[in-house]
């Protein structure tokens, strides 16, 4: 993508992404209609559908040949990554923002020819936003997050996962998880996939653990940490595929050669 259109993308994603954390500051203490979609932990409310849409309208009218993926339907339906893609979560942490009222977030990530370009998260709460532009780094707010260079060994590190893949289950050998979560100094669980990527991008994560994430969870935080020179996989270590559900391993680069090489290679 050039530059130019790059930066005007940006821009554009940058006011709309902070317009709709306005509105959901605004509405979020209004009654709220809450429903369950896969299962009983799976939530969506009217202002994650009022939030895709007001997304989906401003970039279908502005950037009427650009294509969406969204969590709530109102997208385009879609095969490949080919062309401009905009790939949304409205609300990312849903059972937060229902529950605890925080540590939710909007996600946004702009994917051309399947490069992420743009990734856009914005802790809805704190007003924090997350942001990079493929090649030109990674913010917190105004604040250039500074590369994760320093070597890092497992007895060091905090990684965040879900209690749930430490039980018996069909997507990892939880053995292998609970060797892990002896060794490290600590372990988190925030439920918001987006922060969770935006915490491994600004170094307060050495590594986030999830098996089973969509793309809208995963496209934006992708392109934040791999601008400070984290990795993001599956936990085989192969790539993710962002029209499918996957694995996901984003870290730090020395935990995520550790995690592979010692933990999770079968
Ligand atoms: P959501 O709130 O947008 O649904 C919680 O651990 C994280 O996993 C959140 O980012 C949540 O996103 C996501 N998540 C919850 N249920 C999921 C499901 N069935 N498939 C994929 N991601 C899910
Ligand atoms: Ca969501």
Redesign the pocket.
Known sequence: MVGSIRNELFHQAKEWILEAGEIIRQKMNEPLEVNT???A????TTL?REIEIFLITHIKQKYPEHLIIS?EGYGDDLQSLDGTVWII?P???????VHQKRM?AISIGIYHEGVGEIGLILDVMSGILYSAKNGAGAYKNDEKLPRLNKHHSMEEAILCL?HRWLFDNDLVNEEAMHRIVNTVRGTR????????FAYVAEGALDGYL?M???P??VAAGMIIVNEVGGITTNIAGSPVHLLQ?NSIMTCHPSIHRQLINDYLQS
């Open positions: 979609k896969s299962d932990s799976d939530l969506v994650d969590e979560d609300i990312d942490g849903t059972m937060n923002f939710f879900n669980t925030y439920g918001s996939a987006a922060l969770e999830s089973r994430l969509a809208w969870d559900t």
